[in-house]
């Protein structure tokens, strides 16, 4: 990403810093919606396709495209032009929070844009993992940075003071694991399978007994591991040969994690969870929130998310990253039953459909417009909105400035200072986060 080595002090500082500082005051003065430029993560399980053709990126060397960063965390950061200058939104925030977030945004969360919006596309699965709460997240800052562990460090679990509450929106066909299933269901599961007896005998069917499984599971010496689950496995295996598994039964994604995260000799003890949790297959438009210490793994497919402001995890397998057990096991919460699936609900007056959440810090609206239809966003008390095109092409008019024009994979901003107009010319899909 192109964007400045400091925050915005630094390039008042500089000699021709008044003219920022000019830009500044008159984008207060005449605030308007503003085109953005965002980075992308190169995680190794992302997909080489889908990402690069929304944003009309080539990839002639087939990179991973993981993650589309649309915000202002500083892991990394969206930037934007104003007054010829480049700058973080981040750094605009600061200079005008009054004019980006609104009042009401100001005083809940302070100057910080509390949510992360993203583009997930992943071609491999993600690791089993669990998000901290508050509390747990600035506890586990604090003690990591006690112990001298630097931001960069790989082997740090808590980059931020933040929970991260998340949402998934399905763009494709999507597959994830979410939560653990019901307490029968995985009884039955260890009592099937012979090669798991020694985990099944001492197994009681209630929520403390689920944690103690799972504990049980993580902390399981290698050879054991591997003695509970490599003849599974390879049963799994001949019974794949007779006939192919499709991508709703469990046992195909336990030997594609297998084949991905195992080493040939050793068994990833993540796989206990691929028996243990939800297999939930979504269909475009449907999503799952996952909230705090929900277990968790997306394993195929492309959504939105979006999420607290943060770049927590705590991860339990299926990963080269650092894996922090005892983290995990102590943000980790147990709610055994079915996965949920949420689905897009129309909301009066503004023809959007919002995925509503317990969130306090975002919601998510989905705008469907037919060719020459008008929309306006931005009605009720002022909120900052992020935008991202997924479909089509619209023009965004927010009464001051040139209307911008934005197809498909265009990211935008929309200070709280303003209301919006979205003109379609063809069937277009508008993703806006907000603020509840």
């Not at 960069?152 to 994830?176: G, I, Q």
């Not at 995890?313 to 943000?331: F, N």
Request: glycine content about 10%; proline content about 8%.
């Amino acid at each position: 990403m192109d964007s400045p080595a400091g925050p915005l002090a630094f390039a008042l500082a500089t000699p021709t810093g008044d003219d920022l500082a000019t830009a500044v005051a008159a984008f207060q003065k005449t605030p308007t919606a503003l085109p953005l430029q965002c980075g992308v993560q190169h995680y190794g399980w992302g997909d080489p396709g889908f990402i690069p053709a929304l944003i009309d990126a080539p990839n002639p060397r087939g990179l991973p495209f993981a993650e589309l960063w649309i915000g202002a965390h500083p892991d990394l950061l969206a930037t934007l032009q104003l007054g010829g200058w480049r700058l973080s939104l981040a750094e605009l925030i600061s200079a005008a929070p009054e004019t980006m977030l609104g009042e009401e945004t100001r005083r809940r969360f302070g100057t910080e844009l509390p949510f992360l919006l993203k583009v997930l596309a992943a071609r491999h699965p993600l690791s089993i993992q669990a998000h901290p709460t508050r509390e747990q997240a600035r506890d586990g800052y604090q003690r990591e940075d006690a112990i001298g562990l630097a931001l960069t460090d790989a082997r740090r679990s808590y980059r931020d003071r933040n929970h991260k509450p998340e949402l998934l929106v399905a763009l494709t066909d999507f597959y994830a694991l979410r939560g653990f299933r019901p307490l029968e269901t995985i009884q039955a599961e260890l009592s099937a399978a012979p090669e798991l007896s020694a985990l099944a005998a001492p197994f009681r069917p209630t929520r403390a007994g689920l944690f103690e499984l799972y504990h049980r599971m993580m902390e399981l010496d290698q050879a054991a591991v591997d003695t509970q689950l490599r003849p599974l496995i390879e049963r799994y295996r001949r019974e794949r040969e007779g006939q192919a598994f499709d991508p709703g039964d469990r046992r195909d994604w336990l030997l594609e994690a297998d084949r991905l995260f195992s080493n040939g000799r050793h068994c990833d003890r993540g796989l206990f969870s691929i028996l243990l949790l939800n297999l939930v297959s979504l269909h475009p438009g449907e999503a799952i929130f996952l909230p705090a210490g929900e277990l968790h793994a997306y394993l195929r497919g492309a959504g939105i998310e979006l999420m607290a402001n943060s770049n927590n995890v705590l991860r339990g397998g299926l990963t080269r990253k650092h894996i922090d057990v005892p983290s995990l096991l102590e943000t980790l919460q147990i709610r055994p039953g079915p996965g949920a699936v949420l689905q897009p609900q129309p909301q009066p007056g503004n023809g959007a459909d919002s995925y509503l959440t317990p969130a306090p810090e975002f919601l998510l609206e989905r705008h469907t417009l037919s060719a020459g239809e008008e929309r306006t966003i931005g009605q009720g008390p002022p909120r900052l909105r992020l935008g991202l095109v997924i479909d089509g092409q619209v023009t965004l008019d927010t009464g001051s400035g040139v209307p911008l024009g934005l197809e498909h994979g265009a990211t935008f901003v929309i200070p709280a200072a303003c209301r919006g107009t979205l003109r379609s010319t063809q069937r277009s899909v508008v993703f806006t986060a907000r603020v509840p």
